[in-house]
């Protein structure tokens, strides 16, 4: 039996661990001892319900906030948090890496790139094989505690392992223990500029912030706060990660070509494509009540300003890149340009782009 560990107990964790649970795996859900207390219920029951288009239930094998517990004999590990978690929740695991063990980040955002820094500086040389996934499999809501409501799951995901010559491999030996198809990329950079999250969340949030202030989330992010002038800015955008992919070699989908390939949509625009896609559009109210939400303090950091760190290196111009990261940061009172992971946590500053792209 394939044991599987799932780190995180968000939505995403949540939902990955019960709909592998479901199918007999033996899953063990781990969560960072500062979190402890959001889990305790968990611990006790071992079950999550998945509601939706998903009628599901599983038994987990375990529930735990230790790392050494959590880590000890799982033959994959599974990675589905927000990126300011990978920092703790890796660091936390690092001591206890086995050989031959196999780690997929979901989303990894260059995650694996910042893990293998921290790997190599702890002195850590076992035989860990690391993946990134450009996001994670379902679309969903925690409703409660061991209880996810899934409102869509993805035709596919696409995956690269660092380094990428070894990612069909991977593929071929963690496929019967995920839920969609895998599809091979060429490496993880391509991994992190597939994310279109920061296409879509980073500039509705910004051009939504009154809306956001004063109506406390009560509209439909996607189908309200997506017009055709925000839009037009993600498009913008979009154009701006797609120069970076070709300079690096990289065919990369627009946003609205992803978003109809992973959920089978029509749409002759983007703002169309969006408003077809019931995942996004087919429920009610959804926006977020802070500009201290993940859609700015995750996929800016970890998504935009190593985007835009890539483009500097590469000569080539981001201007609406890199003013979307700039209003993220007076709104949320940060750097985000100094704050955020660059080239540096990368262990891309002093390489070439031949060098980058061999390495």
């Known amino acids: 039996m394939t044991r599987i560990t799932v780190l995180g107990a968000g939505n995403g964790g949540q939902a990955l661990a019960g709909d ?23 611990k006790k029951s071992k079950t999550i319900t998945l509601t939706g288009i998903m009628e599901k239930k599983g038994h987990l094998a375990n529930v735990t906030t230790s790392a050494e517990e959590a880590i000890k004999g799982a033959d994959i590990i599974y990675f589905l948090a927000p990126s300011f978690a990978q920092k703790p929740i890796l660091e936390s695991i ?24 921290h790997l190599k500086k ?8 690391m993946a990134e996934a450009d996001t994670m499999p379902y679309a969903c809501r925690l409703e409660a505690l061991g209880r996810v409501n899934i409102w869509g799951i993805k035709q596919h995901l696409s995956i690269a392992t660092l380094p990428g010559n070894q990612t069909e491999t991977f593929i071929s030996q963690i496929q019967q223990a995920f839920p ?7 490496n993880v950079i391509a991994i992190g500029l597939y994310n279109t999250n920061m296409i879509l969340h980073c500039p509705t949030m910004i051009m939504n912030v009154g809306r956001i202030e004063s109506e406390n989330g009560n509209f439909r992010f996607y189908g309200d706060g997506m017009t055709e002038s925000v839009c037009s800015v993600m498009e913008a955008m979009d154009r701006e ?22 959920y089978n949509l029509e749409g002759k625009t983007l703002r169309e494509t969006i408003l077809n896609n019931s995942v996004y559009c087919g429920h009610g109210t959804d926006a977020p009540t802070s500009m201290n939400y993940r859609y700015l303090i995750e996929d800016v950091p970890y998504l935009l300003v190593p985007v835009s760190a890539l483009a500097q290196k590469l000569g ?24 955020g992971v660059g080239l540096k946590e990368l262990g891309l500053e002093n390489v070439s782009v031949e060098e980058m792209r061999t390495l």
Do not use: C, W
């Open 94 to 117: 690092a001591p206890y890496i086995e050989d031959n063990q196999k780690l997929v980040l979901m989303p990894g955002n260059f995650g694996s790139l910042v893990f293998r820094s």
């Open 180 to 186: 969609i198809q895998l599809k091979a990329a060429p």
């Open 241 to 262: 990660r797609m120069f970076i992919g070709e300079a690096l070699g990289i065919d990369l989908l627009s946003t609205m070509d992803d978003m109809k390939k992973l």
């Open 20 to 42: 592998l649970a479901s199918q007999d795996f033996e899953v063990t859900l781990f969560e960072h001892p500062q979190l402890e207390h959001k889990i305790a219920d968990l």
């Open 316 to 339: 080539i111009a981001a201007p609406t890149i890199n003013s979307i990261i700039h209003l993220s940061s007076v709104v949320n009172g940060q750097n985000y340009f100094e704050t």
């Open 122 to 129: 702890i002195g850590n040389t076992t035989s860990l094989k």
